[in-house]
Nanobody, 128 residues
């Protein structure tokens, strides 16, 4: 079992930056693929970013590519999402997820159904 807890959300102006953290307990995150998803108001949950278990593959949604960066600190057992040049449409609850995925293709890593462990979410609000 892995327990995940997100932090770092808040209110920021458009063009600003935030760094979300997802701290894990119970198991080491290096054993899992990790990802970030988000759910905006009135929207379905959508994929944001993923990092393979080995750490050599990353994937991003087109809407955040070039602005967001996913990373993992194995010593701290924490996953991060650095978000730059934030836009009002980035407003959402952000969730981190972990899973013992087999394979590291985009099709596998971007699908929420492949992740067994989820955090409670952290709110990000971007004002215009």
């Amino acid at each position: 079992q892995v327990q995940l807890g997100e932090s770092g959300g808040g209110l920021v102006q458009a063009g600003g930056s935030l760094r979300l953290s997802c701290a894990a307990s119970g198991r080491t995150l290096s054993s899992y693929a990790v990802s970030w998803f988000r759910q905006g108001p009135g929207k379905e949950r959508e994929f944001v970013a993923a990092l393979s278990r080995s750490g050599d593959s990353t994937f991003y949604a087109d809407s955040v590519k070039g602005r967001f960066t996913i990373s993992r600190d194995n010593a701290k057992n924490t996953v991060y999402l650095q978000m730059n040049i934030l836009k009002p449409e980035d407003t959402a609850v952000y969730y981190c997820a972990a899973g013992a995925l087999i394979g590291n293709t985009a099709r596998i890593l971007t699908a929420s159904r492949n992740y067994a462990y989820w955090g409670q979410g952290t709110q990000v609000t971007v004002s215009s």
